[in-house]
């Protein structure tokens, strides 16, 4: 079992930066691989960003070249790294987690993540 805490969101002016963490519980976090997904108000939540436990990651096409997830084992922490936040980034920000999965594997669908964190709020204003 890990617990995933978000935090880090706020308000920011279209153009400007932010940086997401995803805190786990435990001691065994780099067992786990890890993926950022948002919701925006009326839309369903999509995927963002993933990291699997070997460091590999991947993007939706929407946030390539603007977002980075980075994870640090000891500190049992994930990172995303936003810049030239633009309004149509705002959502509620969740990440994920799923265990003992291949080191190198990345997962973009919510079914295949069994823990969730309760969400940071991301405003990006023009």
């Known amino acids: 079992q890990v617990q995933l805490v978000e935090s880090g969101g706020g308000l920011v002016q279209a153009g400007g930066s932010l940086r997401l963490s995803c805190a786990a519980s435990?001691?065994?976090?780099?067992?786990?691989?890890i993926g950022w997904f948002r919701q925006a108000p009326g839309k369903e939540r999509e995927f963002v960003a993933a990291?699997?436990?070997?460091?590999?990651?991947a993007y939706t096409d929407s946030v390539k070249g603007r977002f980075t997830i980075s994870r640090d084992n000891a500190k049992n922490t994930v990172y995303l790294q936003m810049n030239s936040l633009k309004p149509e980034d705002t959502a509620v920000y969740y990440c994920?987690?799923?265990?003992?999965?291949?080191?190198?594997?990345?997962?973009?669908?919510?079914?295949?993540?069994?823990?969730w964190g309760q969400g940071t709020q991301l405003t990006v204003s023009s």
């Open positions: 994920s987690a799923t265990q003992f999965s291949p080191m190198s594997a990345i997962f973009r669908s919510e079914r295949n993540y069994n823990y």
């Open positions: 435990g001691r065994t976090f780099s067992s786990y691989a």
């Open positions: 990291i699997s436990r070997s460091g590999s990651t």
